[in-house]
């Protein structure tokens, strides 16, 4: 058994490439191969979200606080509350963010695929596709 105390694990900023806005970054499980399965705590500011991308092995969310917003290309977007439960299947493109009044924070946990891989970014979520009202 190994335990790491939360002190010797810094929170740390995700990326600036592949999201928009201020996003922080907690490790919660990051075992040794051969175990895939990995899960982080992810915090939103206000209006911040990820890029476009997909996920090779699929990807669940955990709505842990604040308001979010979540969409599949093609599809409306749709607003995310605590105690949400997604699951995004394999390959399907889509988003996660806060919405742009409410700080968001999940938890998300995914599987890598045998080369290591458990996203592929795409492109910005502009403004324009942000500012779109959620669905119920
Ligand atoms: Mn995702």
Redesign the pocket.
Known sequence: MLIKSAASIPTRRVNAEWFTGTVWQDPVAEPPAPTRAKSALVSFEPGAR?NW???PLG?S?YVVSGTGRAQVWGQSVIQLNPGDRVW?PPGEK???GASPENGMVHL?I?ESDATGNH?TWLERVTDEQYAQKPGV
């Open positions: 990820t991308h997909h996920h990807q969310l995004i889509h988003w996660h998300a995914h996203v």
